[in-house]
């Protein structure tokens, strides 16, 4: 299993950047899949998440500092996830983390990492 992320950089306060995770080995049509971050000197922190829920649907969930500023999306055809981050901050800054939980019949889970891609806001 294998998920790559990629589309981090250096931009200024109040720019757009869009992260993408290409995952390999697994199917984006699991229990949940998500974006963390890591900003320098602190543990990792959910962005954002989409969960399966029952009946098929998807429910998703943002961190408060980035609610109606960025948006999770997936494409499970593709096996594709993607963060559209709008109106950054230079809090924003760390390095990105794409993240899939899988479960097994016994409802174990099974957590997958991207390698991490570096975002920097600048004032």
């Known amino acids: 299993v294998q998920l790559v992320e990629s589309g981090g950089g250096l931009v200024q306060a109040g720019d757009s950047l869009t992260l993408s995770c290409a995952a390999s080995?697994?199917?984006?049509?699991?229990?949940?899949v998500g974006w963390y971050r890591q900003l320098p000197g602190k543990e990792r922190e959910l962005v954002a998440t989409i969960s399966k829920i029952s009946g098929g649907a998807s429910m998703t969930h943002y961190q408060p500092s980035v609610r109606r500023r960025f948006t999770i999306s997936k494409n499970d055809a593709q096996d594709m996830m993607y963060l559209q981050m709008n109106r950054l901050k230079p809090e924003d800054t760390a390095v990105y983390y794409c993240?899939?939980?899988?479960?097994?019949?016994?409802?174990?889970?099974?957590?997958?990492w991207g390698q991490g891609t570096q975002v920097t806001v600048s004032s």
């Open positions: 080995g697994i199917s984006f049509d699991v229990t949940s």
């Open positions: 993240h899939a939980e899988e479960r097994d019949q016994m409802w174990r889970p099974t957590y997958y």
